[in-house]
């Protein structure tokens, strides 16, 4: 049976089990239209900020898409101060005669920039598509890319889609871009508590998903609003998919040209670990006791992180690193408790793993597997 619009509390609805994906799946809402030559409209989301040197390539890239059907570019200017809006009224004839419609609005004279959210939030209620696309102006979209995720997102109306990308430079965050490519479908499920596993420049939905999470939250620059907006969808018993095909080219710049996408992060982290401990630590098998994987900074940060309740329920530390080993235990002086460190392949199950992957020569990695355990059921990943 499908979810309803309530916000789940369960585990397995909140997908940290494969098992979920059968939510999808069995989805009774399937709702693929039988005519190809019905084809919605679809609007390109896209706040600006200072990226006048970077539209024209975007716009050249919205020009090429092989989707045929009606289009809207929905753009809310946050307060530039370059010549980003004579840059897309110099292209706005070019953008017409492909019969892509034009919308622009802006912040009051003036108005310090309102974030990422705010001007997504204003782009999305001007616009008129029964399906979203959001996009950065400093990114460089595929020629498939509305076509296929289209595709996919017609399945259901509460799917959020997402795809692969291309990093520029190449070399810039290799190991992001390496995790969040090499995604599973269910580990998109799996893996939610690391972060968005669908990185938001790639993100397409129905409308009726970002209505039903009702938005973005508008809290200013530094919001982690689409972490948050993430969560929501998740609690709401939405779906994820991706398309397995770069469809984005992600650019990396030393400061945002996009709306200050710079967050801070203790603010990322408290989202994350608020999601933890509603929507995993309450549930079985983890409210019976679990242990965190890496007895070190990340691990115990993550613990301090934790409420009374839930640090109770941590049985222990474990660990390959011999000098935490023999220490045996970790102080908590406010408590005056001693959690245990144990060595990994002893660690009871469910398993919180607070170790980033990649920098150990694959040593980590192959410890894991040779446990033999289920991601989502024996483990989940924090880090």
């Known amino acids: 049976m499908p979810h309803t619009s309530e916000e789940c509390t369960g585990q397995h609805c909140n997908g940290f089990h494969p098992s979920s ?3 999808f799946d069995a989805a009774g809402d399937q709702e693929v239209e039988s005519e190809e030559t019905d084809l919605p409209l679809v609007s390109l989301i896209m706040p600006i900020l200072n990226v006048e040197h970077f539209l024209d390539a975007m716009l050249a890239s919205l020009l090429l898409q092989t ?3 009606p289009m809207e570019l929905s753009i809310y200017d946050d307060s530039s101060t370059d010549g980003s809006l004579k840059v897309l009224e110099r292209n706005r004839p070019t953008l017409e005669k492909r019969m892509i419609v034009l919308l622009v609005s802006k912040g009051e004279e003036g108005r310090p920039p309102q974030g990422c959210g705010f001007g997504r939030n204003v782009a999305v209620r001007q616009c008129h598509g029964e399906y979203l696309c959001f996009a950065d102006a400093d990114d460089i979209m595929h020629p498939e890319r509305i076509e296929l995720q289209l595709r996919l ?7 959020l889609v997402g795809s692969d990308f291309v990093r520029e430079p190449a070399d810039a965050t290799p190991r992001y871009t390496e995790w969040l490519n090499s995604l599973s479908q269910a580990q998109l499920y799996t893996q939610q508590l690391v972060e968005c596993t669908i990185i938001h420049p790639t993100w397409f939905c129905s409308r009726a998903v970002y209505d039903a999470v009702g938005g973005y939250v508008e809290e200013g620059p530094g919001t982690p609003d689409d972490l948050i907006f993430f969560y929501k969808h998740l609690r709401l018993g939405g779906y994820l998919a991706k398309v397995e ?3 984005v080219t992600y650019t990396y710049h030393g400061a945002s040209v ?4 710079g967050v801070d992060w203790q603010k990322i982290w408290a989202v994350r670990v608020a999601h933890l401990e509603t929507q995993l630590l309450p549930h079985e098998p983890w409210g019976n006791g679990f242990t965190i994987w890496n007895a070190g900074k990340e691990g115990k940060r993550l613990y301090r992180s934790l409420n009374a309740a839930n640090q109770s329920k941590v049985l222990a530390f474990c660990d390959v690193d011999g000098k935490k080993l023999k220490r045996g235990s970790f102080h908590v002086p406010e408590t005056n408790v001693r959690v245990p460190i144990l060595h990994w ?6 398993l919180l793993l607070c170790v980033k992957r990649g920098l150990t020569g694959g040593a980590f990695e192959r410890n894991l597997d040779s446990l033999h355990l289920q991601e989502g059921l024996d483990y989940v990943f924090f880090s």
Do not use: E, F, H, I
């Not at 996009?258 to 996408?261: A, P, S, V």
């Not at 392949?345 to 469910?350: G, K």
């Open 21 to 23: 994906l059968q939510c």
């Open 67 to 69: 989707y045929q059907g």
């Open 153 to 159: 997102a017609r399945q259901s109306s509460k799917l």
């Open 245 to 247: 095909k770069p469809l």
């Open 258 to 261: 996009t709306g200050q996408r």
């Open 345 to 350: 392949s002893v660690a009871q199950t469910p």
